[in-house]
């Protein structure tokens, strides 16, 4: 996958979720309640995510270094901050409307569109 890919498949799978991916108690998590998914857990398989459930509470960056995500190793920094954008958000009243605002700040950093971010969002209704 490439950089555009990575965004795409990430930020418009949560804007679609339209929830943030939570477990019991409310702290973050790559697979949450009834199948929901942070933006790093649109890019995991579900064979890939049974194997690691316990390392929900790492972040992604200590995933990669214990062998998870090795597809994904030269992408750890956009990883981190696609992982973050929907962390912050998740506490936001507005969770959808703040994820947006936050992934066209990593679109900015990273020179990546935002065009397939203004069809989904379209979709969705924000």
């Known amino acids: 996958m490439t950089e555009q890919e990575i965004f795409d498949?990430?930020?418009?799978?949560?804007?679609?979720?339209?929830?943030?991916s939570v477990r019991d108690g409310g702290a973050c998590a790559y697979r949450g309640k009834n199948g929901t998914?942070?933006?790093?857990g649109f890019?995991?398989?579900?064979?890939?995510?049974?194997?690691?459930?316990?390392?929900?509470?790492?972040g992604v960056r200590d995933l990669i270094?214990?062998?998870?995500?090795?597809?994904?190793?030269?992408?750890?920094d956009l990883l981190a901050d696609l992982q973050r954008a929907h962390d912050k958000a998740a506490h936001e009243e507005e969770f959808v409307g703040a994820f947006y605002k936050r992934a066209k700040r990593v679109a900015a950093a990273y020179g990546l569109s935002i065009s397939s971010l203004d069809d989904s969002n379209a979709e969705v209704g924000t």
């Open 9 to 20: 498949t990430a930020v418009i799978g949560v804007l679609k979720q339209g929830i943030a």
């Open 37 to 40: 998914k942070c933006a790093v």
């Open 43 to 58: 890019l995991i398989s579900d064979e890939e995510a049974e194997k690691y459930d316990e390392f929900d509470e790492y």
């Open 65 to 76: 270094s214990s062998g998870f995500l090795q597809g994904f190793v030269y992408y750890s």
